[in-house]
């Protein structure tokens, strides 16, 4: 069984930084491609930023240049940096990890982002 869970989320205010991380119960070399969604009150969940087995990423366009996604093999673990963040951001992030036709998902770290 896969488990994912997510850790880091919190209060910040605008234009401040924040990291998210993702560890799962087993070695990450076996997925596809591991990812950060978000979801905010009343909308649907989106995706936020992805990162194959083999490196490359892919951000929504809200995101880029704001955040960046890396993973530490080593360690079973997919993070999440957050820059210049908005009040927009506001969500809880969720990961998500692909093995072939299965996903899994964390259970979710809310982001607040407020003055």
């Known amino acids: 069984q896969v488990q994912l869970v997510e850790s880091g989320g919190g209060l910040v205010q605008p234009g401040g930084s924040l990291g998210l991380s993702c560890a799962a119960s087993?070695?990450?070399?076996?997925?596809?491609?591991m990812g950060w969604y978000r979801q905010a009150p009343g909308k649907e969940r989106e995706l936020v930023a992805t990162?194959?087995?083999?490196?490359?990423?892919n951000y929504a366009d809200s995101v880029k240049g704001r955040f960046t996604i890396s993973r530490n093999n080593a360690k079973n673990t997919v993070y999440l940096q957050m820059n210049s963040l908005k009040p927009e951001d506001t969500a809880v992030y969720y990961c998500?990890?692909?093995?072939?036709?299965?996903?899994?998902w964390g259970k979710g770290t809310l982001v607040t982002v407020s003055s």
């Open positions: 998500n990890a692909n093995r072939g036709p299965f996903g899994y």
């Open positions: 990162i194959t087995s083999g490196g490359s990423t």
């Open positions: 087993g070695s990450i070399f076996s997925f596809n491609a």
